[in-house]
C-alpha cells in the first residue's frame, strides 16, 4: 500500500490515470476489483512513514526482504517451541501423550523452517533474533497453547498477506509449502484448546448458508482466511522480541 | 485522499463513468451513507465493489487464470457436494463431530461464491450433485468407496481426508499462475490455508477414530507412523513422507497418488515441480542435514513442507470421483 506513496504520488491520481489512454488498458486498472483500492488507501495511509525505524531491523525489500519476514517469523516460532520443551507442562507430560509427540514435531518443523531460510537467504539474512517471552508462563497448558496459537495463526495470516510481494514464482511455492504446514499447526492447536474451533471466526470469514436447502455458493461471508498486512503482523510479533531485535517491513511493496 | 477528485479525474478518461456507475447521485450516496463509518477496513470493499459494477473484469481474465480458477472451482463443488452428502446421510456423522463437517462444508460454499465471484461468466456452471460419483466408480455407484456416504464413518473421513490434500496440494500448484493478479493470487492464498486447516482437523478426526474416540477426545490420540496402512490408520494431522498411500492404498481408485510425485517431479532448485510429499530437499538445501541442535528425521524434514500437485495430476486424480459422461477434470 505504501509503494504509491513513497514514490510521491500520495494525494494524486497516478498521472498514467489521468492521461488518456485507451479503454482497453484502464480496464485493467479494475481489474479484478482491488487493483484500484490501493491507490485510494495510498492517501490515507500515513502510518508506514511514521515508525522511527531508528533501532529496528529493516527486513529489506523484494524477495529477500518477505524471505527475511518469514525466517524472522520462523525464528520465533523456533524459539517459542525450544523453550516449550523446557517448562514443566512439557516435561511433566508422559511420553506416550499426544501432545507430547504434537510438541516435538512442532519444534522440528519450526527449527527446520528457521534453518532452511538462513542458509536459503545465505548473506543476506537478519541476525539471530532475542525473543522476550517474558510473557509466556511455559508451565502453564493454557498460557502455552494459547501462544502457540497466536504463532501459528500470525504465521499463517502473514504468508497470506505477504505472498502479492513475491516476485520470484519458485519462493511463492516454497512459501506455500510453509504455509500450509503452519496451517495444519494452527488448526491441531486450536482442536486442543477447543474442538471443531481449527476454524473460527477471528482467523477465517465464516460462510452462512442463507438457508438450510441453500445452493452451493449462496450465502453470507467468503470462506477466506483473514491475511495481514506485514505492519500488523509486526506489531504483534515485536511484543514478542527484545530492544535490539524488533523488526520493521516499510520496505515491502 | 479525496475520492471525488479521483472520481472526476476518472471523469476526464472516461467521460461515462457516472453512467457506469447507474447515477451521480448514487455514486455520492455509497459513501455519503457510510459516513464516518467509512475506514480502510471497508473501504477496498466499497470502492472494487463500485468500480467492478462500473466496469465488470471477466472478459480481461487471462485465459490461463481461467483454467486455474475453474480447476480450483470444480474441486471445490467436488468437495461441497461430497460433504454436503455426508451431512445428509442419516447416522452417518457423529454429533460431536457435525458442526465440524458443516463448517467445512459452509468455507467450501463461500470459496465457491469467490471464485465465482473473481470469473464472472468465466465460471463453469453448478455441475450439480448428479456430476459425482463418490464411489470412485465412475456413476456406476458400486466403487471401492460406496460406503463413505452411507454408513462407514472410517471410510468417508478417509475420502474427506484424501479430497481435501488433493485440493491444498492443487492451490499451491496453481499459485504461480495466479502471481499477476495480486489480488486473486491473496484470495487463493487465503482459501488454501483454510483447505489445510480442514485437512488437519480430518486428520485428527481419524486418528481419534482409530481408538473410537471422537469430540475432544479425538485430539488425545496420537499420530502413529508404524500404523498408517489401511481406512482406520491414524495419521498425524501433517502429512508425514507419503502417509501410506493415504487412507486407501490397495484399491482402484487408490488414494497413493494424493501423496505422490506429479509432472514434472524434479527440477533445479530454481524451477517449479511436483515431487511426492516424502520429498526433503527444498530449494537445493537437504531439510535433514540442514537443520542444526536437533536431531531432524526424514519423517519430519517431509512434514515440515507440503508439496504442490500440477494440473493434470490433479485431474487425473479427481476425474476418479466425476460420471464418466461429466466433463470435469478433463
Same mark, same amino acid.
Given at each position: ?23 482497453? %488498458? ?9 487493483? +484500484? ?11 508506514? $512513514?511514521?515508525?522511527? %525505524?531508528?533501532?529496528?531491523? *529493516? ?68 541476525? @539471530?533474533?532475542?525473543? $522476550? ?6 508451565? *502453564? ?11 501459528? *495463526? +500470525?504465521?499463517? @495470516? ?13 519462493? +511463492? ?6 504455509? %500450509? ?9 486450536? $482442536? ?9 471466526? *477471528? ?8 438457508? @438450510? ?17 506485514? %505492519? ?22 | ?25 448514487? &455514486? ?14 471497508? #473501504? ?23 483454467? &486455474? ?27 460431536? =463431530? ?53 454408513? =462407514?464413518?472410517?471410510?468417508? #473421513? ?30 487463493? #492464498? ?34 502413529? #507412523? ?87 495430476? &490433479? ?16
Amino acid at each position: 500500500m505504501s509503494k504509491l506513496h513513497d514514490s510521491g504520488v500520495t494525494d494524486q491520481v497516478p498521472n498514467a490515470l489521468v492521461q488518456p489512454i485507451e479503454r482497453r %488498458s484502464f480496464l485493467r486498472y479494475t481489474g479484478a476489483g482491488m487493483a +484500484l483500492s490501493g491507490l485510494f488507501l495510498a492517501g490515507c495511509d500515513d502510518d508506514d $512513514d511514521n515508525n522511527n %525505524s531508528g533501532n529496528l531491523i *529493516d527486513v529489506g525489500s523484494g524477495d529477500n526482504g518477505v524471505l527475511n519476514y518469514a525466517y524472522a517469523l520462523e525464528q520465533l516460532e523456533a524459539a517459542f517451541y525450544a523453550q516449550v520443551k523446557t517448562g514443566t507442562y512439557y516435561t511433566g507430560l508422559a511420553a506416550s501423550t499426544s501432545e507430547k509427540q504434537i510438541f516435538d514435531d512442532l519444534a522440528l518443523h519450526e527449527k527446520a523452517h528457521a534453518d532452511f531460510f538462513k542458509t536459503a537467504l545465505s548473506t543476506n539474512a537478519i541476525k @539471530a533474533l532475542e525473543p $522476550d517471552f517474558s510473557s509466556i508462563n511455559f508451565n *502453564d497448558r493454557s498460557s502455552v497453547l494459547n501462544a502457540a496459537k497466536q504463532f501459528e *495463526d +500470525l504465521g499463517v @495470516a502473514a504468508y497470506n498477506g505477504a505472498g502479492r510481494y513475491i516476485q520470484t514464482a519458485a519462493y +511463492l511455492v516454497i512459501a506455500g509449502k510453509i504455509v %500450509s504446514v503452519e496451517a495444519r499447526h494452527a488448526a491441531l492447536i486450536r $482442536d486442543l484448546i477447543g474442538y471443531n474451533t481449527f476454524v473460527d471466526s *477471528d482467523v477465517v470469514d465464516l460462510f452462512s448458508p442463507t438457508s @438450510a436447502t441453500s445452493a452451493p455458493g449462496d450465502g453470507n461471508g467468503t470462506g477466506l482466511e483473514r491475511s495481514m498486512k506485514p %505492519s500488523d503482523v509486526l506489531a504483534k510479533a515485536n511484543g514478542f522480541l527484545k530492544e535490539g531485535s524488533k523488526l520493521s517491513a516499510n520496505n515491502l511493496k | 485522499m479525496d475520492l471525488f477528485k479521483i472520481i472526476s479525474d476518472i471523469e476526464k478518461v472516461d467521460p461515462e463513468i457516472y453512467e457506469r456507475l447507474d447515477s451521480r447521485r448514487r &455514486v455520492f450516496k455509497h459513501f455519503g451513507m457510510a459516513g464516518k463509518a467509512v475506514t480502510a477496513a471497508v #473501504l477496498p470493499g466499497l470502492v472494487s465493489g463500485l468500480f467492478q459494477r462500473a466496469y465488470g473484469q471477466t472478459s480481461t481474465l487471462p485465459a490461463d487464470i481461467v483454467a &486455474v480458477l475453474n480447476l480450483a472451482l470444480s474441486l471445490e463443488y467436488l468437495e461441497y457436494y461430497f460433504y454436503d452428502s455426508g451431512l445428509k446421510a442419516t447416522n452417518l456423522i457423529p454429533s460431536a =463431530d457435525r458442526p465440524a463437517f458443516e463448517k467445512i462444508r459452509n468455507d467450501e460454499s463461500g470459496h465457491i461464491k469467490v471464485l465465482r465471484g473473481a470469473l464472472g461468466s468465466a465460471a463453469i456452471p453448478d455441475p450439480t450433485r448428479a456430476a459425482f460419483d463418490y464411489s470412485g466408480g465412475r456413476g456406476t455407484m458400486t466403487g471401492p468407496f460406496a460406503a463413505a456416504l452411507v454408513n =462407514d464413518y472410517a471410510l468417508f #473421513l478417509g475420502s474427506s481426508q484424501a479430497f481435501v490434500d488433493t485440493g491444498v496440494r492443487a492451490y499451491k500448484g496453481g499459485a504461480p499462475v495466479l502471481m499477476p493478479n495480486k489480488d486473486l493470487l491473496e484470495a487463493a #492464498l487465503n482459501i488454501h490455508s483454510v483447505e489445510a486447516r480442514h485437512s488437519s482437523h480430518v486428520r485428527t478426526v481419524r486418528r481419534g477414530l482409530a481408538a473410537s474416540q471422537s469430540g475432544q477426545g479425538a485430539t488425545s490420540i496420537a499420530g502413529d #507412523l508404524n500404523n498408517l496402512g489401511g481406512k482406520t490408520g491414524r495419521p498425524k494431522s501433517w502429512i508425514s513422507g507419503t502417509d501410506g498411500g493415504g487412507p486407501s492404498p490397495s484399491t482402484t481408485p487408490s488414494t497413493a497418488p494424493v501423496y505422490g510425485p506429479g509432472n514434472p517431479a524434479t527440477g533445479a532448485p530454481t524451477a517449479i515441480f511436483y515431487p511426492a510429499e516424502s520429498n526433503t530437499t527444498q530449494a537445493g538445501v537437504d531439510i535433514v542435514a540442514n537443520t542444526t541442535g536437533v536431531t531432524l528425521t526424514t519423517a519430519a524434514a517431509s512434514e515440515a513442507f507440503d508439496e504442490p500437485l500440477d494440473p493434470a495430476t &490433479v485431474k487425473s486424480i479427481a476425474r476418479n470421483f466425476v460420471v464418466a459422461t461429466s466433463t470435469l477434470f478433463t
